[in-house]
């Protein structure tokens, strides 16, 4: 009995110990594992990768995932909107007897002329709004003409000498609200709109959008986000892509869409990108960014598919 009860000890201490909590999202020392597979995405990372220099790179990322959604791989193509189209959907927004609607490949724009003078004589003077006005007619036309536009970045500004309030507002693209971009080696592919809306009645002064059409698409697999972090520790251990010279840590990792061209055909596919914002030796010390540095691996099977230097 005594022989049993010490067998029993030494099994529970065991199995205590095996079952302890490891610090969250930590890199293990067998480089096995990252994040915690069987808990929920993190909404933020941090870790520590070895890498072939001898230097570490440090991981302290926010998390923008949409994995729990499908996930597609397909192609698009270009638009072909009418101008009958255009002035139906957006006539709640525009001045039939000033503006006047344009088309140009996937780009399509529009111009009240009342404005043309002033275009770009205005004073921002407040960031990071996102009136009702900008989020209503984004909404209303993506889904009354099949675009894609995801709402980037808004700003408040005077229009001079007017003195009128506007809100000039950029956007990007998506595939259902998954952000798409286009592999760097391809940047005449770039996909965003921009425009200016008068605050008080919410008619648009400007607009241009560029955008495309989901030609086809299939379900895909993809890792899952532990395998991602994986991928790209063996990627900096083996020297294929650098850790950042600077030592700035990755501060974003998020699910995308990667378009790139295959021939004469534009496809797009399931990508996680690692982002790290850049300040060039100029503007060191000033709150200003001047670039994003990013690596883009394939979600589907971690392979390297657009690397923009950290250098």
Known sequence: MKVLKVIFLFFACFLLTACAAKPEHQVEKNNKSIVDETAEIPSHIKASISCADGSIQEIDADVIWSGGTSLYAGQVCSVDYNTTDLEEVFQKWTDSEHGEFFQEGETFSYYDNRYGEDNENYDSIEGGCYPQQVEEFINQMNQNLGTHQLLKECYSEEILPSRESAYEFYTSVGIDDIPMIVK???????????????????????????????????????????????????LLQQGIIEPISSGQSINQIQMCY???????????????????????EPLKGMDEEFARRYIVLDARDGSLVDYNTWR
């Not at 086809?216 to 520790?233: D, F, K, T, V």
């Not at 990667?258 to 060039?280: D, G, L, Q, R």
């Open 258 to 280: 990667m378009e790139e061209k295959n021939e004469e055909k534009f496809e797009f596919y399931p990508a996680i990108a690692f982002y790290t914002s850049y300040v060039a």
């Open 184 to 234: 760097l080696e391809a940047n005449d592919l770039e996909y965003n709109g921009s425009g200016r809306i008068l605050a008080n009645d919410g008619k648009l002064i400007d607009l241009m959008i560029t955008d495309f059409e989901v030609d086809s698409r299939e379900p895909q697999e993809c890792l899952s986000l532990n395998m991602i972090l994986m991928c790209l520790e063996e």
